[in-house]
């Protein structure tokens, strides 16, 4: 059974930073291309950033320059290092992952950033 549990979460003020984990369990963690997404209130979940296998990268347009995705394949752990947080960066953060087919997402962990 694939569970992915992330950490992190916080409030946090406008220009500060926080760093996210993601730990996998129940999946060849290697071989898996893992994201961060995130949803605000009243808002669809969008991309935050995405990690394949070979550590090629991808990054939605909001946090591009400011967060970094990376993979810790002995640990089977996916983090998210956030910079230069902004209050419309508040939202639910959520790992994700796809194995054959089927989505799989994390419980989230709240980011809420404000002064």
């Not at 060849?28 to 994201?35: A, K, L």
Request: positive net charge; contains cysteine; charged residues 15%.
């Amino acid at each position: 059974q694939v569970q992915l549990v992330e950490s992190g979460g916080g409030l946090v003020q406008p220009g500060g930073s926080l760093r996210l984990s993601c730990a996998a369990s129940g999946i060849n963690f290697s071989i898996y291309t893992m994201g961060w997404y995130r949803q605000a209130p009243g808002k669809q979940r969008e991309l935050v950033a995405t990690i394949t296998s070979g550590h090629s990268t991808n990054y939605g347009d909001a946090v591009k320059g400011r967060f970094t995705i990376s993979r810790d394949n002995a640990k089977n752990t996916v983090y998210l290092q956030m910079n230069s947080l902004k209050p419309e960066d508040t939202a639910v953060y959520y790992c994700n992952t796809v194995r054959w087919g089927n989505n799989y997402w994390g419980q989230g962990t709240q980011i809420t950033v404000s002064s």
